[in-house]
């Protein structure tokens, strides 16, 4: 356990040396910043149409989904994009030699750098998630319902996607695993659209299509999953806003997303321990 | 002395290609071994193979009485790998203590060794700095500072001196003495093979991943040559050198040398052992050729690297 938290002190430490904390903290500022200006405005015509409450309701909830749906974006890319090199690129460039020439178990060195990794991504969530609902109480006085399993719904969107780029690392080059773990992300986004008109339409192949794209990467279902339960429940029912699924993924879908990223940690586990160094 | 490093017929394939054939070596405790080979012998993949960074295809090896790779032995082993890198971003200080941690070092004891260690390799100026600042060879200095954290029982360098100046090279040789002199082994890979010869005790030669000599360097007699400035000889007197060892042509055999009175005799001798120069001397002696002078003339390392070799090793 020491190594492991070695590993995974030395991971944090590099992101803020490395400023790739600065970086995703500026462009997350400068996200809420416009999320905040545009809110301001949104309010302001509001205001001045005289809007009725469920008006109002009904226009912040979707500009809160959309405010999260853009959050959740940036923590995915921050989930494949931080660690995708972790590994690999430490194998290429030699650096993984002299660490486990040391008395450390290889599985600690991966899963150091996966629970390092993991609080920043997990940290960049609640900052962006956290931005966007005090913007929305603040300016609009509202707050979307069921936050305690909206929020780790995307944590988990993004744990998923996170442990697919480190499991990927172990085996792949940096920039084969960066396509690997976008194209399985590119898969699911376009499954998830897929399996909406499947059902919007009553088409049974595109909803089955659209059914294993998640099953073959789940994260995309984990924010379907989040936003279903983010929106007042008469909305989400009536489809009213973008980010209301026709399709509501199962809460089976939660579980296939927890034996995903175990069974991914274990494979990354299980090949960096046999690969040559 | 006790074996640190015991290796059978150890190989490694990658594939159809063979790295390391037939391994079979032996280190002991406070020996500085080198390991010698061509480019593509085997000798990263088997020092590899040793520290547990790659697993053998077939054969065994023990490293400080433990299987490879077994945890509490990699508690006593340094390591600096050839192409080394480190995360550059760390100063040299961080990350000394970084690798202490891995080490299960820590608090003062591990802030006083690491900068014991970076005064030792001259670096204790540059600590605070990135390591991405510094020159090739103070990042060669500080891996070796990295190496030897643990105060190893056993420390693998794989190219020490790549990179470095000769004030470089002069100070890995004395640390290398000093592990030596604390009584630490030393498993040496370098092309280098001035480096070699003037710190290792015995080398091993491997060619296409098999170990096809050993030489012991400082005492061995294997190759003892030694050269003899005679006068003239008298009949069967070669015939009684012959007994001693093998008797070699030289440039000047039964020739008048320039400045000399007498006709001398240079004949050079490769005898089996140090232990026979005074009954050799003793012999000529009493058969009453005129001895003057017996120097060793030993063989140099590239000599017996390009012979076990073979010429053919040699590009162009």
New interface residues.
């Given amino acids: 356990m020491?190594?492991l938290l070695?590993i995974a002190h030395?991971t944090l430490h590099?992101t803020v040396?490395?400023r790739v904390l600065l970086a995703a903290l500026i462009g997350g500022a400068a996200f809420l910043v416009l999320f905040a200006v545009g809110m301001h405005f949104v309010n302001l015509d509001a205001v001045k149409s005289d809007a009725s409450a469920m008006e109002r309701r009904i226009m912040f909830s979707i500009l809160t989904l959309a405010g999260l749906f853009a959050a959740s974006r940036l923590v995915m890319m921050t989930a494949v994009l931080l660690p995708v090199d972790t590994l690999s690129g430490e194998i290429a460039?030699?650096?993984i030699?002299?660490?486990?020439?040391?008395?450390?178990?290889r599985r600690d060195i991966v899963l150091g750098k996966w629970l390092g990794h993991w609080l920043v991504m997990a940290g960049y969530l609640v900052l962006l998630t956290g931005g966007v609902l005090l913007i929305i109480r603040v300016i609009a006085h509202q707050s979307p319902p069921r936050l305690e399993r909206g929020l780790p719904l995307m944590l988990l969107e993004g744990t998923v996607l996170l442990t697919l780029s480190i499991a990927g690392g172990t085996r792949l080059s940096t920039i084969t695993n960066g396509m690997f773990a976008f194209g399985l992300y590119g898969i699911a986004f376009i499954g998830n659209w897929v399996e909406q008109i499947g059902t919007f339409t009553d088409n049974e192949a595109a909803r089955y299509v659209g059914t294993v794209a998640s099953l073959i990467m789940p994260s995309e279902a984990m924010w379907q999953l989040a936003a279903a339960h983010m929106q007042p429940t008469l909305m989400r029912e009536l489809g009213a806003t973008p980010f209301s699924p026709l399709s509501v993924p199962s809460a089976a879908m939660v579980w296939w997303s927890l034996g995903y990223v175990v069974v991914a940690l274990a494979i990354g586990l299980r090949i960096f321990q046999?690969r040559?160094? | 002395m006790t074996a640190l490093v015991e290796t059978r017929g150890l190989r490694k394939q990658?594939g159809s290609k063979v790295a390391v054939d037939d391994l079979s070596l032996t280190v002991r405790r406070g020996e500085v071994f080198g390991f010698l080979g061509p480019n593509g012998a085997g000798k990263t993949t088997s020092l590899?193979m040793l520290?547990?960074?790659?697993?053998p295809s077939a054969g065994s090896a023990m490293v400080l009485g433990a299987p490879i790779g077994d945890?509490?032995a990699?508690?006593k082993?340094g390591?600096?790998?050839e192409?080394?890198?480190?995360?550059d971003?760390?100063t040299g200080r961080e990350m000394l203590r970084?690798?202490g941690?891995?080490?299960?070092m820590g608090g003062t004891a591990l802030a006083v060794r690491a900068d014991e260690l970076l005064a030792r390799v001259d670096l204790l100026d540059a600590a605070h700095q990135p390591i991405r600042t510094y020159s090739k060879g103070m990042m060669q200095r500080v891996?070796l500072a990295?190496a030897l954290l643990n105060r190893p029982e056993l420390v693998f360098l794989d190219e020490p001196t790549s990179g470095l100046d000769p004030l470089g090279r002069l100070l890995v040789r004395d640390i290398i003495r000093e592990l030596r002199a604390e009584g630490t082994s030393v498993f040496l890979n370098s092309h280098l093979l001035g480096e070699v010869e003037a710190t290792c005790d015995r080398v091993v030669f491997v060619k296409a991943g098999r170990t096809v000599h050993e030489l012991r360097l400082g005492g061995d007699a294997s190759a003892l040559d030694v050269e003899l400035r005679m006068g003239p000889l008298m009949n069967g007197t070669l015939e009684m050198l012959e007994r001693f060892g093998r008797v070699e042509p030289v440039p000047g055999l039964g020739r008048n040398e320039p400045g000399t009175s007498v006709a001398e005799t240079r004949v050079r001798l490769r005898v089996t052992n140090e232990e026979t120069l005074p009954e050799l001397a003793r012999s000529l002696v009493e058969r009453g050729v005129a001895l003057y002078e017996m120097k060793l003339a030993r063989k140099s390392l590239e000599a017996w690297f390009l012979e076990v070799m073979g010429e053919e090793q040699r590009p162009g």
């Fill in positions: 020491r190594d070695t030395l590099e040396r490395r460039s030699g650096v030699q002299t660490v486990a020439s040391k008395p450390i178990r046999k040559p160094l | 990658f590899k520290l547990g960074l790659i697993e945890r509490r990699r508690a082993l390591f600096l790998p192409h080394f890198r480190f995360p971003w760390l970084f690798h941690r891995l080490y299960g891996g990295q």
